[in-house]
C-alpha cells in the first residue's frame, strides 16, 4: 500500500530488483537488505540500504523494524565456500524470527516451483525447508514459487545465448526434450506484490504461458 514501508532482500540482485522497483512505482517505500552498497545501481538512492546481518539476531530485526511487509529473495545457486544450502536454511529461519521481533506483519518468500524434500537436488530440498519453516512460523506468508526467471539480467539464459551465439554447435545431452516454462522477472515481481498485498496464508506458482523443450529453444 502507498506510503509503507516494505523491505526486499537483494534489491541491487535480480528477482529483488523487480520487486523493488514494482513497489516503487505503487509508492511503497523499500528498504533492501543486501552484501552490496548499490553504486552505480538504477535503484542506488531509491531505497534504504542494510547489511545482511545473519549471525545477529537484534541487527537482523533492526533491518526489518517498520516494514509490513518482507519480500525474501536471499538465496544461493550453488554452494560455495561461504555458503551451503543447509546454510541458507538457517539464514532464512534467522530473517523469519528476526521479522517476528520486528512486527513485520507478511512475509512474501520467493521460492522455486516443484520444492520437496524428496527432491534428489539439494537446491529444492532446502526451499522445501524454508517453505516449511514460514508455514510454522506464526506469520501471515505467501510463498511464490516461479519457474525460470527470465529478464535482462539472468546469468543462466544470458550464457546460454552467449554461447549460442559465438560457437556453431551447442550440446544438448539425451534427447533434448527437456521442458521450461519459463516466467518474466516484471511478472514474477507482480505476482510476488499481489500477494504482499493479501492476508491469507497461500503458496502458489509463477509461471510463464509458454512451454519451449530445449530442441525449439534453441533451434
Ligand atoms: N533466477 C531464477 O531463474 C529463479 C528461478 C526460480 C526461483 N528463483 C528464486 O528466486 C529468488 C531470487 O533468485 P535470484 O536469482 O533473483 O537471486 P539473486 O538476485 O542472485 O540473489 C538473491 C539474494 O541472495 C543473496 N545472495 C546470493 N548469493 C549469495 C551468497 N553466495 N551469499 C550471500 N548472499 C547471497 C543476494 O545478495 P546481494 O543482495 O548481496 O546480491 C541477494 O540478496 C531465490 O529464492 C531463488 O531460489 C530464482
Avoid at 57 to 75: C, F, M, P
Wanted: glycine share 8%.
Amino acid at each position: 500500500m502507498a506510503g509503507e514501508l516494505a523491505v526486499v532482500t537483494g534489491a541491487f540482485s535480480y528477482t529483488g530488483r523487480y520487486i523493488a522497483e514494482r513497489l516503487l512505482a505503487n509508492g511503497v517505500a523499500v528498504r533492501t537488505l543486501t552484501r552490496k552498497t548499490g553504486e552505480g545501481h538504477p535503484l542506488a538512492g531509491r531505497v534504504d540500504v542494510v547489511p545482511y546481518a545473519f549471525g545477529d539476531l537484534d541487527a537482523l530485526a533492526e533491518g526489518l523494524r517498520g516494514a509490513r511487509v518482507l519480500y525474501n529473495t536471499y538465496w544461493i545457486r550453488f554452494p560455495t565456500a561461504t555458503a551451503t544450502f543447509e546454510d541458507t536454511v538457517v539464514r532464512t529461519k534467522a530473517l523469519y524470527a528476526a521479522a517476528r521481533q520486528a512486527g513485520v506483519a507478511r512475509i512474501v518468500q520467493v521460492s522455486v516451483t516443484n520444492a520437496s524434500e524428496q527432491s534428489p537436488f539439494p537446491y529444492f530440498r532446502a526451499k522445501a525447508a524454508v517453505e516449511r519453516e514460514l508455514r510454522s512460523a506464526g506469520i501471515s506468508h505467501a510463498i511464490v514459487r516461479p519457474t525460470l526467471v527470465a529478464g535482462q539480467e539472468d546469468i543462466l539464459l544470458n550464457n546460454v545465448a552467449w554461447l549460442l551465439r559465438r560457437f556453431p554447435m551447442f550440446v544438448i545431452p539425451g534427447d533434448g526434450r527437456y521442458r521450461i516454462q519459463p516466467v518474466l522477472a516484471e511478472d514474477v515481481a507482480e505476482i510476488a506484490v499481489a500477494a504482499g498485498s493479501r492476508s491469507d496464508d497461500l503458496t502458489l506458482d509463477a509461471v510463464g504461458p509458454e512451454t519451449y523443450d530445449s530442441r525449439s529453444s534453441f533451434a
